[in-house]
């Protein structure tokens, strides 16, 4: 059975490049029916924190990343030393104690013949000529990569204070949890020949290796500003999970046919680790928000309204338990279609639920600096004369006035959006216009009769 594992260290929240690491083996265990394995790598006591940890499981579960099985290997630290021992034992790992530390540390032969298991000796000879040894990985996404043994220390296994080099609790961890594969990023390249040689020593069978490209941003190195925020974040920036899960499948993968919008359960059927772009993927932001869009453009009313109803109460747009829900889905449904994040709402729609409207000076500048006392006064008059108020019958009124003053549409249709809403864009103003109601269009258009 397939079996890998997702193995972040909580000494820091969950970011892009963990999320995106992620991601692909978790899609390559349900590809294959196979288990995904989460194993926290807390052995650093002084940096890592339970807060971290909190922060990485609940970014997974939001993200729809769900495990299998989980592991601390801070629970772990007596099967370290076990396997240490064994090492130490059969000479192939030796003790020091090491400048100003008050313990001994224990250390990994690389250059020895003990070190070749004789199964694996027998089936690559080329490992077992002298005390150094040509070292291959047949990555699934890079291909052969090859190493001299020569180039490589030898390996502090634990270290004086007695807890476990990352390397070698890495393969110890990866062999007793049966990993098949290790998806993994670029950057731990140069510590695959390392652990190869502790696999071969301890006569493990040695997993197969992907290694993912990293991700850049679109001005050079990931940032903040570029992306290189806690996953968390993106929620709280009004991201949806399944758009932020689908952008990153398109970091080094594609699902083919130009696709850029993918449902998750149809990506498990298409992903292989082995059709992963090894170049470097680039994190836009915008494209993010573009992708998100589409996914908020076929989100259920009923959900965004979940989603939106408390960004309104936190922006003290509404009362927590007294506001009018069919009336705020109603005001969503204008805007949904234009949303590039959740946290678009409040300040597009703010003009809605706010009694006095912010105002864009330069709008007010452009489109309200000459007199419309005439226009907005006669369009009041018409307004409150209507017996049916529906966007018809207003879209109906305004199209007489214009053409009674001789007016072309755009003329006042711009002032009397800025003069209600503070903004020059929005939805239909027609629409507009009926959702504020006869009072409020009134009260507002009525600041501007001189």
């Not at 909580?10 to 995106?20: D, E, K, W």
């Not at 049966?178 to 140069?190: A, F, K, L, M, Q």
């Not at 999970?241 to 498990?268: F, H, M, T």
């Not at 597009?348 to 912010?358: G, P, Q, S």
Request: proline share 4%; with cysteine; net charge negative.
């Amino acid at each position: 059975m397939i079996r890998v594992r997702f193995a972040p260290s909580p000494t820091g929240n969950l970011h892009i490049g963990g999320a995106r690491t992620a991601l692909f083996n978790w899609l390559y265990a349900r590809a294959k029916n196979g288990k995904f394995i989460l194993r926290i790598e807390d052995t650093d006591s002084a940096r890592s924190k339970q807060e971290f940890v909190d922060e990485i499981l609940n970014s997974l579960k939001w993200l729809g990343f769900d495990y299998d099985e989980i592991y601390y290997q801070s629970q772990r630290f007596d099967l370290y030393k076990e396997y240490a021992q064994k090492l130490l034992d059969e000479g192939k790992a030796y003790t020091e104690k090491l400048p100003d530390k008050t313990g001994e540390a224990i250390i990994f032969r690389v250059n020895n013949q003990a070190a070749v298991h004789p199964e694996q000796a027998a089936s690559h000879p080329e490992q077992s000529e002298g005390s150094s040894q040509k070292i291959k990985i047949n990555d699934l996404i890079r291909r052969e990569i090859e190493f001299d043994s020569n180039v490589i220390k030898d390996q502090v296994l634990i270290k004086s204070d007695g807890t476990p080099t990352y390397n070698f609790a890495c393969v110890v961890d990866d062999a007793t949890m049966n990993i098949t594969h290790v998806i993994r990023g670029e950057d731990h390249i140069s510590n695959t020949p390392k652990q190869i040689l502790i696999y071969q020593a301890l006569g493990f069978s040695v997993p197969e290796f992907a290694h993912l490209p990293l991700i850049m941003g679109t001005e050079g190195r990931l940032s903040k500003r570029t992306g290189a925020t806690a996953i968390s974040d993106y929620s709280k920036m009004g991201y949806l999970p399944e758009a932020l899960a689908n952008y990153l499948l398109l970091l080094s993968w594609s699902p083919g046919e130009n696709r850029e919008v993918i449902d998750i359960n149809e990506a498990i059927r298409l992903f292989d680790v082995k059709d992963v772009n090894k170049t470097a993927a680039s994190f836009d932001l915008d494209k993010l928000s573009w992708i998100n869009n589409q996914y908020l453009k076929k989100e259920p009313l009923e959900k965004l309204v979940d989603l939106i109803v408390p960004l309104l109460i936190e922006n003290n747009y509404i009362q927590k338990d007294n506001f009018d829900r069919d009336y705020i889905v109603s005001i969503i449904k204008l805007f949904q279609a234009r949303l590039s994040t959740i946290n678009d709402f409040p300040d597009w729609a703010d003009f809605f639920f706010l009694k006095d409207i912010k105002m864009d000076e330069k709008a007010k500048e452009k489109f309200l600096s000459r007199d419309f006392s005439k226009e907005f006064k006669l369009f009041i008059e018409r307004l409150e004369a209507l017996e049916k108020f529906d966007i018809e019958t207003i879209e109906t009124s305004f199209r007489e006035i214009v053409k009674e003053l001789s007016l072309e549409v755009k003329i006042l249709i711009h002032p009397i959006r800025v003069a209600l809403t503070g903004k020059t864009v929005g939805p239909g103003l027609f629409e507009v216009i009926y959702y504020l109601g006869k009072e409020r269009v009134r009260e507002r258009l009525e600041k501007w009769i001189k």
